[in-house]
Each structure stands twice: as C-alpha cells, then as structure tokens.
C-alpha cells in the first residue's frame, strides 16, 4: 500500500513545498525593492554593493581632516552598518544572484572599511592626546578620558606626570584598569584600552582555514565523484528542480542538490548526493539557498567533514571550537605626541609625519632582563553572559591567530563581573568561550500559538531559550538563566533568524551548531539527507502541530530520526498523554507504539496505524480537518522561518 500511495503523496508533498519558492521569490523582491528604496532616498550614504560609490566614500573620509572623536565615532556608526550590509548580503543572497567577482568584491570592501575605521579610531586617539586639556585629572595632573557609544568605548590614560605613585589607574566608569612596570610608570606614555563591541578580527583566521569557494566550486571530486549514478528519472530531476532552499553556515560550497525524500527514495548511498556540473548549473537558475543555517551544502559537509577540520596546536585558539564573547579589547602602550600649547587665541600643536606611534615594551635592549609584567582589569559588559571562566587570548598579528601564551595570572571575578590577568607586552585581547557549551540541549520543543505563530523553546544545561515566530520574523523573547531572566536589553525585538543567530551568538548564547560541532559534541549525528528532510517537513505542518524532544531519537540511529508530535490548536499546555511518537528516515513516516515511559526502544508500528511516505501524510492520518486547513493555508513566510530556525538550531542531531 504503502509504495502504490507514494507517487500520489510525494506531489501532494511537491505542492506544499512550492510554499519554500514563494519564499525565495518573495526574498528576492524584498531585496530588489530595498535596493530601489536606497536609491530613491538621496540620503547621501553610500550603497556598499556599487564598487564607485563606496571608494568614493572612504576616499572622501580618509582626506578629511576631522579627527574630533565623538564625529569618528559617529561617522564609524555608518561604516559598521555598511560592513553588516555587506556581510548580510553575503550571508543572505543565494549563489544564483551573485556572482563570484561580487563576493569577493564585497570582501574586500569589508576589509578596507575595516582598516579604514582603526586608522580613524587611531587617528582620535592621537588628536585626544594632543588638544585633551578638558580632560586632565586635578589630583593626579594626568589625562583621563571615556568616551563611549553602543559600538565603541575609549579609554585613554596619559603620563604627563610621570610619578611612580600613579602607575595603578582604573576607569571607573567601565571598570577597566591596569598597573604599570615602574619604567613606563616615569615614561612620557599613554594607556589605551579600545574596547569594541565587534569582531574584525577573528573572521581572518576563519578565512584562513576556509576551503576557498572557488575551489570548492571547481573541484571535479565534488561534481564529478559518482557520474554512473547521477541519472535520475524525470519525477526525481522535477522533485530536485522543486526542492526549497538549504542555507549553509558561511560560504556557500556549490549550488545543487537533491530533494531528501526523491534521492532516498532512488538510493541511500552517499554517492547518489554527487551531481554532474549541468544538473548543478540548471539548479542555480531554479534554486534559492541563503547562507544561513548550520549546514553548508551537503556535499560540502561530507567532503570536508572526511578531510577533517583544521586543529590548531599548542597556544593557537580553535575558533571552530571557541568564540569571542564581548568584543575585542585594543590595549596599547602610546607615545606621547607633542601637546598644544594655547598662546592668546592661538592654539599651536606640532605635526608628525609618523602620527600615532605604540610605546615599545618591553624595550628591545632590556632582553634577557627580568621582565615586568603589565597587569590588567577589564570589567566585563551586562551584554553578554560568561556561563564559564573565559578563556583569555591575545591576537597575533602576523600569524593571524589567536594565542593564549604571555597571558598569566588569570583571576576571573563572577560577582565583580570582571577578569583581570598579566601580560609581558601590550596586545589586544578578546575573552572566549566554548561554543559548545550548551550542547547537546537538554529539551526543546516547537508548538504553534496562532495563526502563522509558533513558540520555540530550546533548554540546555546552563539556559533556556524562548523564540517566538511570528509571520517572517522572529523575537527573543526569554533567556533564563539560573531561574533569571538575562539579557533583557535583547528581548522583544522581531528581527530575521539570521540577524537573530548573530545578536545571540555575540552575547554568548551559542544554539547554532557549527559544521564541525559534531567532532566536539557528542551527539548521535544523523544523516544530513534525513535530518534536513524532517525540518522541512516538520515546517510546513508547523501551523498545526506541535513537535518536541524524544530521548529515543538517539537509539533510533544516524539513519531515522524520532520525535514527539501533538496536534495543537488552541493555547493550552500540552500534557503527557497528548504526545505521540513518530519515526522518519526519508523514504517512510510512521508512527510508533512506544512512548517515552516505555523500557526499550522499538520500531513497532502504533496499532491501526501505518506506513506514509511523508510526515504529513502520516499526520493526516489522525489529524482533524481543522488541522489540515491550518496547514494548508500555512503562510509561506512563516514555513520558512521555522525551517530556518530549525535548520540552524540542529535539534535532531544537538538534543
């Protein structure tokens, strides 16, 4: 019965999938039509994606001779939002709409603009300690001055003294601070700590590490691997030119694949992944793949995921492994530039050509001497949450990494909220975290609370997270931490899954597995075809159902997945006995006598009950009429962000 019904069912599952290319459809004229908007403002900022425009921007910015810091911070404003424009859009656009030479160009941009906001936040600093009489202490005789927005805060400290006894200072207001050697105590020196709220540095190492994109989209091994196999009837080559979007997690790695129910139907070999480049280029035209959830292409994953991650040894930091959390900190040792002196009306100050210079220490002819070391305080912001004693590291520079070697005496303050550690030189530092620490979640679930609203709940050992989902939007709408609810400034703010993943990941809530997660949790990892299946179909009968956590899904194996499903339609709390257990592995649904009381685990069939090529048809069986109208009459919008969200998120595999 089961395999007579599958040809019927598999359209009808085609037909709702069309909701997925609504999506994309309505995505592409949403960014369209943003474009226009742009360009119909006149608001004289630039469109990053025009190459004139946004080079005529920076060399507008870099002859300008305005280094007051409280313009460059606000001038610096507009450069991070033309830098999350650029990384939107390459996150967000699908391969079909952007070629090869706009990626990189893009890249590029992001480097210069990035490069060009440190040289002005340079630039500030070195005008501050010049014209910063207002900011002398009357006590001390010194230089102090904070100065701060949402992006950025400075903290800037000079020597004019040179007094042993004011070598300690701390910032009061952010609760930096720092103690110097005695040598640079009586030395004509500056203290800068730059703390900024973003990360401009750790995507280097990334890159680093990447497999470029362009040679993943060359390479023969990809393409090319099975091409015996690669012949497809024309009901399977229909259901793949019909299949929604799969987002992948930085680069987009090639632009084909294969429905997960037609190619488990065909075959359940790795090998039937594998596409000829036409199949691959006749895709492109028809399929839609932001860059947005946790996996890159499935052929991608497989390939590197058998290459095997690059792990750094000794002193290096992981960053597949690791995350900054809060920012980076700039600590620089500075010399002093001439001041300005004021004669009458006249303010005179001296030029250098070399502008601002870093105070060398230690000094080059103390090598071999007992060396000093420098000690830090950085108070730690509300804005992110340490479930951990953070890991401190320094970035080197040439090496494009960070390091954990010359940081010594780490003493981390919970109460104080503050860290503070010894340096032998002046580095900047980030505090990092284990972006896995909150995996595998304990529990989640994911119920519908009205029309095209759902309510996602993810709870691991340390937090427990609440998204509401609300037609093509999301919202945090609690974090609980410890009974308490943290990170209040983040909450009830609707905003897209990818904007969301990256506000929870910067304030060290990390629930978005990585493609490398699987090698530093341990977890059941189930097969990609199977699991990106589930979520999509899992998406579109989301209006009706409620699924959840089902601690069988990990003696099911890699192959199947299990989860709890309740039909849900109004708003009361689902009870134990409203759930039932469902099995899926691409080809078949069913639903399973056990439950989660039950002994042992079993593939036995619920009484009455049988096989269904799809989810939905499975659910059809037991559903009321009610329910299928709901799902039905889905909106396309909301599909897709659940499936995103589930995408991201890997439930199946990280629970």
Same mark, same amino acid.
Request: net charge negative; with cysteine.
């Given at each position: 019965?089961?395999?007579?019904?599958?040809?019927?069912?598999?359209?009808?599952?085609?037909?709702?999938?069309?909701?997925?290319?609504?999506?994309?459809?309505?995505?592409?004229?949403?960014?369209?039509?943003?474009?226009?908007?742009?360009?119909?403002?006149?608001?004289?900022?630039?469109?990053?994606?025009?190459?004139?425009?946004?080079?005529?921007?920076?060399?507008?910015?870099?002859?300008?001779?305005?280094?007051?810091?409280?313009?460059?911070?606000?001038?610096?404003?507009?450069?991070?939002?033309?830098?999350?424009?650029?990384?939107?859009?390459?996150?967000?656009?699908?391969?079909?709409?952007?070629?090869?030479?706009?990626?990189?160009?893009?890249? !590029?941009?992001?480097?210069?603009?990035?490069?060009?906001?440190?040289?002005?936040?340079?630039?500030?600093?070195?005008?501050?300690?010049?014209?910063?009489?207002?900011?002398?202490?009357?006590?001390?005789?010194?230089?102090?001055?904070?100065?701060?927005?949402?992006?950025?805060?400075?903290?800037?400290?000079?020597?004019?003294?040179?007094?042993?006894?004011?070598?300690?200072?701390?910032?009061?207001?952010?609760?930096?601070?720092?103690?110097?050697?005695?040598?640079?105590?009586?030395?004509?020196?500056?203290?800068?700590?730059?703390?900024?709220?973003?990360?401009?540095?750790? #995507?280097?190492?990334?890159?680093?590490?990447?497999?470029?994109?362009?040679?993943?989209?060359?390479?023969?091994?990809?393409?090319?691997?099975?091409?015996?196999?690669?012949?497809?009837?024309?009901?399977?080559?229909?259901?793949?030119?019909?299949?929604?979007?799969?987002?992948?997690?930085?680069?987009?790695?090639?632009?084909?694949?294969?429905?997960?129910?037609?190619?488990?139907?065909?075959?359940?070999?790795?090998?039937?992944?594998? !596409?000829?480049?036409?199949?691959?280029?006749?895709?492109?035209?028809?399929?839609?793949?932001?860059?947005?959830?946790?996996?890159?292409?499935?052929?991608?994953?497989?390939?590197?995921?058998?290459?095997?991650?690059?792990?750094?040894?000794?002193?290096?930091?992981?960053?597949?492994?690791?995350?900054?959390?809060?920012?980076?900190?700039?600590?620089?040792?500075?010399?002093?530039?001439?001041?300005?002196?004021?004669?009458?009306?006249?303010?005179?100050?001296?030029?250098?050509?070399?502008?601002?210079?870093?105070? #060398?220490? #230690?000094?080059?002819?103390?090598?071999?001497?007992?060396?000093?070391?420098?000690?830090?305080?950085?108070?730690?912001?509300?804005?992110?949450?340490?479930?951990?004693?953070?890991?401190?590291?320094?970035?080197?520079?040439?090496?494009?990494?960070?390091?954990?070697?010359?940081?010594?005496?780490?003493?981390?303050?919970?109460?104080?909220?503050?860290? =503070?550690?010894?340096?032998?030189?002046?580095?900047?530092?980030?505090?990092?975290?284990?972006?896995?620490?909150?995996?595998?979640?304990?529990?989640?679930?994911?119920?519908?609370?009205?029309?095209?609203?759902?309510?996602?709940?993810?709870?691991?050992?340390?937090?427990?997270?609440?998204?509401?989902?609300?037609?093509?939007?999301?919202?945090?709408?609690?974090?609980?931490?410890?009974?308490?609810?943290?990170?209040?400034?983040? =909450?009830?703010?609707?905003?897209?899954?990818?904007?969301?993943?990256?506000?929870?990941?910067?304030?060290?809530?990390?629930?978005?597995?990585?493609?490398?997660?699987?090698?530093?949790?341990?977890?059941?990892?189930?097969?990609?075809?199977?699991?990106?299946?589930?979520?999509?179909?899992?998406?579109?009968?989301?209006?009706?159902?409620?699924?959840?956590?089902?601690?069988?899904?990990?003696?099911?194996?890699?192959?199947?997945?299990?989860?709890?499903?309740?039909?849900?339609?109004?708003?009361?709390?689902?009870?134990?006995?409203?759930?039932?257990?469902?099995?899926?592995?691409?080809?078949?649904?069913?639903?399973?006598?056990?439950?989660?009381?039950?002994?042992?685990?079993?593939?036995?069939? !619920?009484?009455?009950?049988?096989?269904?090529?799809?989810?939905?048809?499975?659910?059809?069986?037991?559903?009321?009429?009610?329910?299928?109208?709901?799902?039905?009459?889905?909106?396309?919008?909301?599909?897709?962000?659940?499936?995103?969200?589930?995408?991201?998120?890997?439930?199946?595999?990280?629970?």
């Amino acid at each position: 019965q089961d395999q007579e019904r599958r040809e019927s069912e598999l359209a009808e599952l085609r037909s709702l999938e069309q909701k997925f290319l609504s999506a994309q459809q309505w995505k592409r004229d949403h960014r369209a039509r943003a474009k226009w908007e742009h360009y119909l403002s006149c608001d004289g900022s630039p469109d990053p994606t025009v190459l004139q425009e946004i080079n005529t921007f920076m060399s507008l910015w870099r002859e300008d001779q305005n280094e007051d810091v409280q313009l460059v911070m606000e001038k610096g404003e507009q450069v991070l939002n033309l830098i999350e424009k650029l990384q939107f859009l390459l996150l967000d656009t699908p391969p079909s709409e952007i070629t090869e030479k706009e990626t990189v160009q893009y890249q !590029e941009s992001i480097l210069e603009l990035q490069n060009l906001l440190q040289q002005k936040y340079d630039g500030a600093t070195e005008h501050l300690l010049k014209t910063g009489n207002m900011y002398e202490d009357s006590d001390t005789g010194n230089m102090e001055a904070i100065i701060k927005d949402k992006n950025v805060t400075f903290c800037i400290w000079a020597n004019l003294t040179k007094q042993v006894r004011f070598k300690q200072h701390t910032f009061c207001d952010v609760q930096h601070g720092f103690d110097l050697p005695k040598s640079l105590a009586e030395s004509s020196v500056a203290v800068r700590i730059l703390h900024t709220q973003y990360d401009h540095l750790s #995507p280097l190492w990334l890159r680093c590490q990447s497999v470029p994109k362009s040679e993943v989209l060359d390479s023969k091994e990809l393409t090319q691997h099975s091409k015996d196999k690669v012949e497809e009837s024309e009901e399977v080559e229909k259901k793949a030119r019909e299949e929604p979007n799969v987002p992948a997690e930085d680069e987009m790695c090639s632009d084909g694949r294969k429905s997960a129910v037609s190619v488990q139907e065909n075959s359940n070999t790795r090998a039937d992944i594998n !596409e000829t480049e036409e199949e691959i280029e006749k895709k492109s035209e028809i399929l839609d793949m932001p860059s947005q959830g946790i996996w890159s292409v499935i052929m991608c994953i497989e390939e590197m995921n058998e290459k095997g991650a690059a792990t750094p040894d000794g002193n290096v930091v992981d960053l597949q492994r690791f995350v900054p959390v809060g920012g980076v900190y700039h600590i620089d040792a500075l010399q002093l530039p001439p001041r300005a002196k004021q004669i009458q009306d006249w303010s005179i100050v001296e030029l250098l050509d070399a502008g601002l210079e870093a105070y #060398p220490y #230690p000094p080059e002819e103390a090598e071999g001497a007992p060396l000093t070391l420098i000690q830090i305080t950085l108070g730690l912001p509300d804005s992110v949450v340490y479930f951990q004693d953070p890991v401190v590291a320094r970035w080197d520079p040439t090496g494009q990494q960070w390091r954990t070697d010359g940081i010594s005496n780490i003493k981390y303050e919970t109460q104080e909220r503050s860290i =503070t550690f010894a340096l032998g030189a002046f580095h900047t530092i980030a505090l990092l975290q284990d972006a896995h620490l909150n995996m595998p979640y304990q529990a989640w679930e994911l119920r519908p609370t009205g029309r095209d609203e759902a309510l996602f709940v993810i709870t691991t050992g340390f937090v427990t997270v609440q998204i509401q989902i609300k037609g093509n939007q999301c919202m945090l709408s609690s974090v609980v931490v410890e009974e308490k609810d943290v990170l209040s400034h983040m =909450t009830g703010k609707w905003t897209s899954p990818l904007d969301l993943r990256t506000v929870l990941k910067k304030a060290g809530v990390n629930i978005f597995p990585g493609e490398f997660a699987h090698k530093y949790v341990s977890v059941n990892k189930k097969d990609p075809l199977v699991e990106v299946g589930a979520y999509q179909q899992m998406a579109l009968v989301a209006s009706a159902f409620a699924f959840a956590w089902s601690k069988w899904n990990l003696e099911a194996g890699p192959e199947q997945v299990v989860f709890k499903v309740s039909e849900h339609l109004k708003a009361d709390s689902l009870k134990d006995k409203d759930w039932s257990l469902y099995m899926f592995n691409g080809q078949k649904a069913q639903k399973l006598k056990i439950t989660e009381t039950s002994e042992a685990f079993s593939e036995e069939l !619920e009484e009455d009950s049988e096989f269904h090529s799809t989810i939905y048809h499975m659910l059809k069986d037991f559903a009321s009429k009610e329910a299928i109208a709901k799902v039905e009459t889905a909106n396309f919008l909301f599909i897709d962000v659940v499936y995103q969200l589930l995408l991201a998120t890997g439930v199946l595999t990280y629970s």
